[in-house]
């Protein structure tokens, strides 16, 4: 079956850590995003890549890194710079107008 | 600014009622638009979505939306309400194809029997 890997599903994290959050899809989508979920907050867009080697800031870019080497895989890293990374992180992924699927989630919490 | 905004935090249907969930947007130019809905601790399932064409689309678990332009609104609606249907629901809006999505920050749905 084609879909969206995340792992891992839970993530716990001391404070001044990076962690890397995966994720794959073997969907052969083109386009990849990360989006952040708080409560009562919605979907808050991170990074997204439209092609391999090619990526851009969201709306709440700053603390977190991701690269895309491959078409199939969107790592996002949570650098010590983000100042609450306590939250719900979602993979998604698309191809032309078939709209936006999504990965079950990680999520993260700072002890 | 292109926004989208869920007028409704919650709800509380009884099961077997009708539901409307709101979703209004702000932009220029019609958007592509959806519907998502979370179960908690899950990942977002897509119940429906419009690009063009008809005003009411059909969606999955019965769900339907229905889009107006002069009131720049994509509501959601379902005839008769399941008690699994309770969830959190996000509208969405995108502004062309492979571009990321703008989301609503959600409306909780509660099922009462």
């Known amino acids: 079956d084609g879909g969206i890997t995340q792992s891992p599903k839970y993530l716990f994290r001391k404070e001044g850590q990076n962690v890397t959050l995966s994720c794959e899809q073997n969907l052969n989508h083109d386009a990849m995003y990360w989006y952040r979920q708080d409560p009562g907050q919605g979907l808050r867009l991170i990074y997204y890549?439209?092609?391999?080697?090619?990526?851009q800031k969201g709306d709440i870019a700053e603390g977190y890194s991701v690269s895309r080497e491959k078409k199939e895989s969107f790592p996002l890293t949570v650098t010590s710079a983000q100042k609450n990374p306590t939250a719900f992180y979602l993979c998604a992924s698309s191809i032309e107008d078939r709209g936006i699927h999504f990965g079950p989630g990680t999520r993260l919490t700072v002890l | 600014a292109q926004s989208v905004t869920q007028p409704d935090i919650h709800i509380t249907v009884s099961e077997g009622a009708s539901l409307e969930l709101r979703c209004n947007y702000s932009?220029?130019?019609?958007?592509?638009l959806f519907w998502y809905v979370q179960s908690p601790g899950q990942g977002l399932q897509l119940l429906l979505k419009y690009f063009s064409g008809d005003t009411l689309v059909q969606g999955i678990k019965g769900f339907e939306a229905e889009f107006k332009r002069s009131q720049s609104s994509f509501n959601l609606r379902k005839p008769s309400v399941h008690w699994s249907d309770a969830a959190e629901y996000f509208c969405a809006v995108g502004f062309r194809s492979g571009t990321a999505l703008i989301f609503g920050k959600g409306t909780t749905l509660s099922v009462s029997s």
């Open positions: 932009y220029g130019a019609t958007p592509y």
């Open positions: 890549s439209q092609i391999v080697n090619d990526f």
